[in-house]
């Protein structure tokens, strides 16, 4: 991916990184992912996750929060995604319970609850998947800088939807951290949660 | 005077390639008349699918002596199959349905992640690991002729694919 897209949000923030990296140089070791530590991107949502409850990215405070949004109709990229961060989780042992995994659907015309219920956590029981209206889900994928276009149907009513493959990561205090993209390894994002979770 | 024999040399050279051309084109019609021994199909595999999901993918290299066209796929597993071409532009992941694929001749062509993929909707249940996947690939040859051939493709598990890749 998101070679570009970490390049521009890094560019952006220069004299922000310069001022990160010499703190993250004195005390810390680096992350192998896009560093966003100090960008805006993202923020809170009111979304539905799959079992109907309404929830919102303060709900999880305490955690690390990894959020990939996608669609269901989609054989390629997305399950890979998911079973690369059901990966991760599981590598982390026990401190896999200290991050929250949330698949935020792009086409929640199709992804429905009921779908989604049955999708996400096949992946692994404590993910969870999130959907809203059309607005809604605009919305926030606007504030994740997240592009997701449906295309048109083909004659079988097939569609499929153009989207940002990019992962996010919260940090527990709810702070952008980290923009996993397309380079992205089991063991680089294992290597930067796990310093997320040290704090 | 000096290049005067690379010249005809030369012509000559074409002129034997294309009677060679031509009488592979006739040999190449006959042998197409009876089953086809052009493609080659290998490394055929369908990712697992988990509950819920409805589309598959299905991926494997073909390589054919022949040009061909790989313009249809039907699969027991899913209500239709569709040739899909997917991109990574900037981060931002694009699938397009193809009309065909083609295999140019003495060419391998690799359907693989992150590229060309057989996209099986509307599948019947989930793809489950140690299972295969029937798929019938159609192919039209330049005359307009056509044959089918299929293939099994075992399903590779997710867990496997994430953990060695990428």
Redesign the interface.
């Known amino acids: ?5 970490g390049r521009r949000l890094v560019l952006l923030r220069i004299p922000l990184v310069f001022g990160s990296a010499a703190i993250a140089a004195a005390c810390t070791e680096k992350f192998e992912l896009t560093d966003i530590t100090g960008s805006t991107i993202g923020g809170d949502f009111r979304l539905t996750d799959h079992t109907g409850r309404v929830r919102s990215l303060s709900d999880f405070r305490g955690k690390v929060v990894a959020i990939f949004f996608g669609y ?6 997305c ?2 995604a998911l ?2 961060l ?2 991760t989780v599981k590598r982390l042992g026990a401190r896999g319970d200290e991050v929250q995994i949330l698949f935020i659907t792009v086409d929640p015309a199709r992804d429905t609850q ?7 956590p ?2 692994d029981p404590r993910f969870l998947g999130l959907y809203g209206d059309p607005a809604t889900t605009a919305k926030v994928a606007a504030a994740y800088k997240v ?1 997701f276009a449906p ?1 048109p149907p ?1 004659v ?1 009513g ?1 569609y ?1 939807v ?5 992962i996010f990561v919260i940090d527990s205090r709810g702070r952008p951290r980290l923009v996993m ?2 380079r ?3 063991s680089g994002m294992v290597h930067d949660i796990k310093l997320l979770l040290q704090g | 005077m000096r290049t005067a024999y690379p010249i005809r040399f030369k012509r000559r050279r074409t002129a034997v390639a294309s009677w060679a051309v031509c009488l592979l084109l006739l040999f190449a019609g006959r042998v197409n008349a009876g089953a086809d021994n052009a493609v080659q199909v290998s490394d055929a595999w369908v ?1 697992e ?9 299905a991926y494997m290299r073909i390589h054919s002596t022949q040009r061909v066209e790989l313009v249809r796929v039907h699969s027991g597993a899913a209500r ?1 199959a ?1 040739i ?1 071409q ?1 991109s ?1 532009e ?8 193809l009309k065909s694929v083609g295999i140019d001749a003495g060419r391998e062509v690799a359907l693989e ?2 590229g060309i ?1 057989v ?3 509307d599948m019947k249940r989930p793809l489950r690991p140690g299972e295969e996947v029937t798929l019938k690939l159609n192919f039209r040859r330049p005359d307009g002729s056509a044959f089918a051939m299929t293939v099994r493709a075992p399903v590779k598990s ?2 496997a ?3 060695h ?2």
């Open positions: 991916m998101g070679i570009d897209f269901t109709h989609c054989p390629d990229v399950p890979t079973a690369e059901a990966q009921k779908v989604l219920a049955q999708y996400v096949a992946f592009f295309q083909n079988s097939n499929t153009d989207h940002s493959a990019a993209g397309a992205r390894t089991v | 990712r699918t988990v509950p819920g999901q409805s589309v598959g993918a239709s569709e899909h997917m990574m900037n981060g931002l992941m694009k699938m397009r349905e992640p992150g993929h996209m099986l909707v997710l867990a694919e994430a953990a890749g990428h």
